[in-house]
């Protein structure tokens, strides 16, 4: 399995909404969803996006990820009105409809017709990812793979998905989300020069791409920087510098942040005792796994999973 396979295999999209939205004339709003991630898919028309400071046109046939941005403004293109309204509640209350926004009955020719789809995800396994994103992906570098040609397909069948009431509907969705996802970070990675300090970088290393996917491929193994480079098929010292270097931390200390990471995942899951957890992230007891985590997280992991269990509970 290749190493952003492996390393997105606990990085799970859930929660999907899914919005249709049509926009005529001079029209514009503003989103705020916190920790959520939101896909567009321009079925016909074009419009503008903009994220922070950063400002991004879209046209028919592109996907747009919005990565790690709470708040963001979509609008007509060479519109320049004033500030833009919250959709939030619209997107509660019409969830199950197509969301029309046409200004004052306004028919003008910026005609726009979108998929909007937001999705949860779990903050402490993707957060070392989405902190070295951009707010948007692609990139204005990657404007011309903007239309993913291996997703041509996939587009055409969530367009017609759309229009129709079926069966798991939402479950094909989620789906097509993750997929989007994927597409839109392995494109963002293969486009990184190797100048950046973008600890991404690492997946594209021949070398520490191997290393990366073994940690993550078999958390539980008793992994040694001696082993690692092994299998990284680097000497130990040359592996230990060059990991460093594009990774931002020593290999251990990757592992071991992953290792803790995969175990709050666990306890959230509650699907097994933290003795077996301990287990399955690698630790020789419980005593030393619960003194790691409480490092961490600044209490023991039954605390922890009693605590995610009265949240869940409200």
């Known amino acids: 399995m290749d190493t952003l396979s492996v390393l997105l295999q606990n990085v799970n999209l859930f929660e999907t909404k899914y919005h249709r939205i049509n ?3 001079n029209w514009s709003y503003a989103i705020d969803k916190k920790d959520t991630i939101l896909f567009y898919l321009v079925l016909s028309g074009g419009f503008c996006l903009d994220v922070g400071s950063e400002v991004r046109q879209a046209h028919a046939g592109d996907i747009i990820m919005i ?3 709470a708040q963001h403004i979509s609008y007509a293109l060479n519109y320049h009105g004033n500030e833009a309204k919250s959709l939030d509640a619209r997107l509660v209350n019409e969830a199950d409809s197509i969301i029309e926004l046409n200004p004052a009955g306004d028919n003008g020719d910026n005609n726009v017709s979108l998929i909007l789809i937001e999705c949860q995800y779990d903050k402490e ?5 989405l902190s070295v994103l951009p707010s948007i992906l692609p990139e204005l570098s990657d404007a011309s793979d903007a239309r993913f040609g291996v997703l041509d397909i996939e587009v055409k069948l969530l367009t017609l998905e759309s229009e129709k009431e079926r069966m798991g509907k939402m479950a094909v969705i989620n789906h097509w989300a993750g997929i989007m996802m994927i597409e839109c970070l392995r ?3 293969e486009s990184l020069p190797e100048t950046t300090d973008n600890w991404l970088r690492a997946l594209k290393d021949p070398y520490l791409a ?3 996917a073994a940690m993550h491929y078999e958390p539980n193994e008793s992994w040694t ?3 690692l480079a092994e299998v990284a ?3 130990r010292s040359s592996f230990a510098q060059r990991f460093k270097e ?3 931390m020593p290999p251990l200390t990757y592992l071991i942040d992953y290792r803790l990471r995969l175990a709050s995942r666990y306890l959230r899951l509650q699907q097994n005792s933290i003795s077996r957890i301990s287990e399955l992230v690698g630790y020789a007891s419980d005593s030393t796994f619960s003194q790691a985590f409480k490092r961490v997280y600044g209490m023991s992991p039954k605390a922890y999973r009693q605590q995610y269990q009265r949240r869940i509970a409200v």
């Not at 396994?125 to 990812?129: A, C």
């Open 23 to 25: 926009g005529a004339g």
């Open 187 to 189: 494109t963002y990675i």
């Open 233 to 235: 098929g680097m000497s």
């Open 210 to 212: 191997k290393a990366i």
């Open 225 to 227: 920087i001696h082993k």
């Open 67 to 69: 990565s790690n941005a």
């Open 125 to 129: 396994m993707t957060r070392p990812l």
């Open 246 to 248: 594009v990774v931002g």
